[in-house]
């Protein structure tokens, strides 16, 4: 399937062809509503951010956030760089650039190191490789102030692509964790009830807290570079082999076509790490599963 974010416009309104339809109906609707909610269609939007690819940690949310000052920091050159080589899939430093140090004064910054501030405090991790090793994937990918104004049921045509992203994650047997949406997530592919959610979803921190400790550590396992060792406690997966988990036994991914069947895998067999395809090949149609 064909990447569709490679056809955003270059100038606002930031809404890719297929998915017109689908906000104006939307927001018409909000409208009538008189709901202070509307999809913002002034700031780019954030389907995913980091490589789905080679990331070792998968997060499953809702949808991007809104502030007043996003339009404004989505003009900002460097900024605007970033998510746009993002939403291409091209190569950057720090793929999860919502952990760019340059870009730390943004409010995508600022919210993403506010919630994972205890892997990169309390486990130690630094910035640099939770940037390069952590992947997040929206559920709708426009920004909203809230998620009133979201439908229960997909409504743009892109979303597809942000899904088999996801999808191709279990197959990979990536670490994927869910943030919020479950029941959304849920309906997209029933293999997603059986992934581990953070505990409050209202204030989704990866915290010992909020996901518990054995996820929590599961997870720093997969984002370390090196083992991680802590006191009373076996030594993690080594960085490149991922975490244990016993809720997945899926086939591995033989190309980026979905797998159609599972297979019945030991439950301790461990997780694939960086080994999954290093591009998503060109398909057919616009933004359509094949």
């Known amino acids: 399937m064909r990447n569709p974010w490679s056809e955003l416009a270059p100038e606002p309104r930031y809404v890719l062809p297929c998915d017109c339809r689908g906000i104006a109906s939307l927001n018409q609707r909000i409208a009538a509503k008189e709901e202070s909610s509307a999809i913002n269609d002034q700031s780019i939007p954030e389907p995913f951010i980091g490589d789905p690819r080679s990331a070792t940690v998968i997060l499953l ?3 991007p956030g809104d502030s007043a000052e996003d339009p404004n920091t989505h003009r900002n050159p460097q ?25 730390a004064w943004t409010g995508c910054g600022k919210w993403w190191r ?6 990169l405090d309390k486990a130690n991790l630094e910035p640099a490789t939770v940037g390069r090793r952590l992947c997040v994937i929206e559920w709708f990918p426009y920004h909203s102030r809230n998620a009133k104004a979201l439908p229960r049921k997909p409504a743009c045509p892109s979303q597809d692509y942000s899904f088999q992203l996801a999808k191709q ?4 047997k990536q670490l994927v964790v869910g943030m919020r949406a479950r029941k959304r997530w849920t309906d997209v592919d029933k293999r997603f009830a059986s992934i581990p959610y ?4 209202r204030n989704p921190a990866i915290s010992i807290r909020n996901a518990g400790e054995s996820l929590f550590w599961q997870i720093v396992g997969a984002l370390s570079e090196v083992p991680v060792v802590r006191s009373g406690s076996p030594l993690p997966f080594p960085p490149d ?3 244990s988990r016993q809720q997945h036994n899926f086939s591995p991914l033989p ?9 019945k895998a030991p439950p301790t067999e461990p997780c694939g790490g960086l080994h999954g395809p290093t591009s998503v090949p060109p398909g057919v149609g616009e933004c359509t599963v094949d």
């Open 255 to 263: 190309s980026l076509g979905l797998a159609t069947t599972e297979s």
């Open 114 to 119: 506010a919630h994972l501030r205890e892997l």
């Open 198 to 201: 953070l505990n409050n979803a």
């Open 241 to 243: 082999v991922g975490c």
């Open 79 to 103: 900024f605007r760089e970033a998510l746009l080589r993002n939403l291409r899939h091209e190569p950057q430093d720090c793929p999860f650039f919502a952990l760019n140090p340059d870009f």
């Open 61 to 63: 949310n809702l949808n």
């Open 169 to 172: 994650a279990l197959e990979r």
